[in-house]
């Protein structure tokens, strides 16, 4: 059954007319790139990098805004839920097959950003070659796994959000607040910290350190501008971000869990 529920959750997200949206804007913006590099005649290689990996973050994050987000909440808003759960099926494997299909979804989708980017990339090299620089074609593949982390994550929390909120726009809301701020919270941090100790009030930076501890840090999972540069990735640091994305993924989905065994459906 979580295997069916999975592959269910996973057509609906294909056949959903948003996604194709999505894939038209996301193809535009890869054709832009290479405009682009016909205006920029320094440093090609990085521009056209790190536009390539922001244009597919961008078009995954909203495979999860319209796309992941209204497959659960419609059907908590819709009752469809009882389809499934009338049938025996425990609440638990409900929510992980849900999220199965969603990761399926987004692995695709990602695979195929990859694909655009990296044609993308090689046929700007091909125009420029002199204008390049060294970005590694390898940590450009890398960085789009860590994009697909960064959007499993975002889709724990778009499905925990689900179960607490009243209705999917205040979903949408919730998940886009919690991208916001889990993707600058190390940078205000670290800003906070390289400030004079008189110029930030203690009231501002016990915030901040609550919302650097609460929210998931997704600057860890940004290799942008080591792609872009080739830089070396210490292989220790790869591995925690692969553990805290697992890790946080995992508290959040059992939390979700045990949420959705108590919701009231009725």
Known sequence: MLQAITWVTFLEGIRNK?????????????????????????????????????????AALLVVLFVGITILARDLERKTVYLALS????????????????????????????????????????????FFGTVSL?????????????MLLLTALSMLFSLVASSSFVTFLL????????????????????TGPDKVSPAIKLLVQLAYYLFPNFALFDLKAAAAHGLSINAASIGFSLLYGFGYSVAVLSLAIVLFRRKELA
């Open 87 to 130: 049938r025996a099926v425990p609440r638990s494997r409900y929510l992980l097959g849900r999220f199965g299909g969603l990761c399926l979804l987004q692995t695709t989708v990602m695979a195929m950003l990859l694909f655009f980017s990296l044609a993308t990339l090689l046929l700007v090299k091909q125009l420029y070659p002199t």
């Open 18 to 58: 948003a996604l194709y949206g999505i894939t038209v804007l996301a193809g535009l913006m890869m054709a832009f790139t290479i405009a682009l590099s016909d205006m920029i005649m320094r440093d090609v290689g990085k521009v056209a990098t790190d536009f390539a990996l922001s244009t597919a973050t961008f």
């Open 175 to 194: 998940t886009t607040l919690t991208w916001l701020i889990g993707s600058s919270t190390q940078e205000v941090k670290q800003l906070i910290e390289s």
């Open 138 to 150: 390898g940590l450009v593949g890398l960085a789009h796994l860590f994009v697909l982390l960064q």
